[in-house]
T-cell receptor
């Protein structure tokens, strides 16, 4: 079946530190991959996505590259800010049919000034 | 363009009661999905509706049901509430609900069962 595994949190970083949140997936075929972010008290917002191998999604300084050979979609940011404190979810959507998004368990990031 | 609207934002119910949650998708979106979010289980898929038809269903008991109206608005109902139903219920809308189509989430309804 389809599944997403992402690194356990919480992750605590100082402002301007480099961020990596690991995400690996198991899927039949070639899914689309997503990173969603959830700020306190809010729903999920799409941060970035990639729909095929070697695609790089990017937004607000965050990047992730779709690596088919390692079935990974790690999230990175070169310099985090306090405002990046949130929970980050990696997710996949199979490209065939209309099966729902499959989410990882989420990684809580806290950035301290 | 208005986003996904979920009402109410907060609910407190007693065990055994039933509850109805509402979701208004983005205009033009025909797919509405519901998720339950809890600290222990994370985000779990409940069901998806497309053009008033349930197209997918997650692994939840029959106490959880939903429907979609002709204007794409959706409701979910939970009957005979249990303490374990306390969660954040999230609704997501999408144009097609397929593949790379982006899902837009509402702010959620926080349900507390006492």
């Amino acid at each position: 079946g389809n599944s997403v595994t992402q690194m356990e949190g919480p992750v605590t970083l100082s402002e301007e530190a480099f961020l990596t949140i690991n995400c690996t997936y198991t899927a039949t075929g070639y899914p689309s991959l997503f990173w969603y972010v959830q700020y306190p008290g809010e729903g999920l917002q799409l941060l970035l996505k990639a729909t095929k191998a070697d695609d790089k999604g990017s937004n607000k300084g965050f990047e992730a590259t779709y690596r088919k050979e390692t079935t990974s979609f790690h999230l990175e940011k070169g310099s985090v800010q306090v405002s990046d404190s949130a929970v980050y979810f990696c997710a996949l959507s199979p490209n065939s049919g209309n099966t729902p998004l499959v989410f990882g368990k989420g990684t809580r990031l806290s950035v301290i000034a | 363009k208005a986003g996904v609207t979920q009402t109410p934002r907060y609910l407190i119910k007693t065990r055994g009661q039933q509850v109805t949650l509402s979701c208004s998708p983005i205009s033009g979106h025909r797919s509405v999905s519901w998720y339950q979010q809890t600290p222990g289980q994370g985000l779990q898929f409940l069901f998806e509706y497309f053009s008033e038809t349930q197209r997918n269903k997650g692994n939840f008991p029959g106490r959880f049901s939903g429907r979609q109206f002709s204007n794409s608005r959706s409701e979910m109902n939970v009957s005979t509430l249990e303490l374990g139903d306390s969660a954040l219920y999230l609704c997501a809308s999408s144009q097609t609900g397929e593949g790379a189509a982006e899902a837009f989430f509402g702010q959620g309804t926080r349900l507390t069962v006492v």
